[in-house]
């Protein structure tokens, strides 16, 4: 079992770039990061493996990518199937998914009957699921 971990969220300084996230939460004192997979990811082939090295802070979790974050697929088993081929691929310890998206009842029917082969295929990582408000206001 893993001991707990302070990890800063990418997504919350997703406009900052990840080298300047990775800068930052290093200096404060993170334990790690959770990786978001937003558009802000210019690449699925990014080089997540170097980053975590030159900043010498851990992706710890992976948050799949949502349903406007194009590059890992248009489809929800396409997304969630990226995100966790990424997340093993750098050694990631979770996979952060999320029971519904915003407006998107399909999604939900989806995951909610796909979750326990999602958590068969991502061992030996964990799957979270995460909480999100049905309405986002901006």
């Not at 349903?67 to 396409?78: C, K, L, M, R, V």
């Not at 399909?106 to 068969?120: A, D, G, M, P, V």
């Amino acid at each position: 079992m893993m001991k707990n971990k302070i990890l800063l969220g990418t997504g919350s300084l997703y406009s900052y770039g990840l080298n300047r996230i990775f800068k930052l939460a290093k200096r404060a004192g993170y334990e790690g990061v959770e990786l978001m997979l937003d558009n802000s990811i210019k690449t699925k082939s990014q080089d997540f493996n170097q980053l975590q090295k030159e900043h010498k802070l851990l992706i710890i979790s992976v948050h799949s990518a949502m349903d406007f974050a194009h590059i890992f697929g248009n489809s929800p088993q396409e997304r969630i199937d990226n995100s966790l081929n990424l997340a093993k691929r750098i050694r990631a310890k979770t996979l952060v998914v999320h029971p519904s998206e915003p407006y998107n009842k399909e999604y939900e029917l989806w995951l909610r009957k796909n979750l326990k082969s999602i958590e068969q295929k991502a061992k030996p990582l964990q799957v979270l699921v995460e909480n999100l408000p049905k309405k986002i206001f901006l």
